[in-house]
């Protein structure tokens, strides 16, 4: 089974950007499809973005969609979310999963399997 590790979080102006990226291990990545969710304390994980197996589709939230980016590079076993004009409203932990359901991007959280620690995301005002 996959293992995934998220990094590149941290605190960012409103305006700023950040990457994000996931490392998958110990399964074939591009048997996965991916995805980002996001939580604060004390509110449940939302979708964020996700994409299909092969990268050819993806799906947004509607409140990051043409700021963020997601894409992956299946050679390398790693998953990005490029975040750009970050808003105070974007802070969160951000989390990274994969999925079975290969072929189609998934927004729900009962459709990925496996999931990292979280990367913790500050944007100030």
């Known amino acids: 089974q996959v293992q995934v590790v998220e990094s590149g979080g941290g605190l960012v102006q409103t305006g700023g950007s950040l990457r994000l990226s996931c490392a998958a291990s110990g399964g074939t990545f591009s048997s996965y499809s991916m995805g980002w969710f996001r939580q604060n304390v004390g509110k449940e994980r939302s979708f964020v973005a996700a994409?299909?197996?092969?990268?050819?589709?993806?799906d947004y939230r509607v409140s990051v969609k043409g700021r963020f980016t997601i894409s992956r590079d299946n050679a390398k076993n790693t998953l990005y979310l490029q975040m750009n004009s970050l808003k105070p409203e974007d802070t969160a932990v951000y989390y990274c999963?994969?999925?079975?359901?290969?072929?189609?991007?998934?927004?729900?959280?009962?459709?990925?399997?496996?999931w990292g620690q979280g990367t913790q995301v500050t944007v100030s005002s």
């Open positions: 994409i299909s197996w092969n990268g050819t589709s993806t």
């Open positions: 999963a994969a999925s079975t359901y290969r072929y189609y991007p998934r927004r729900d959280r009962e459709d990925y399997a496996y």
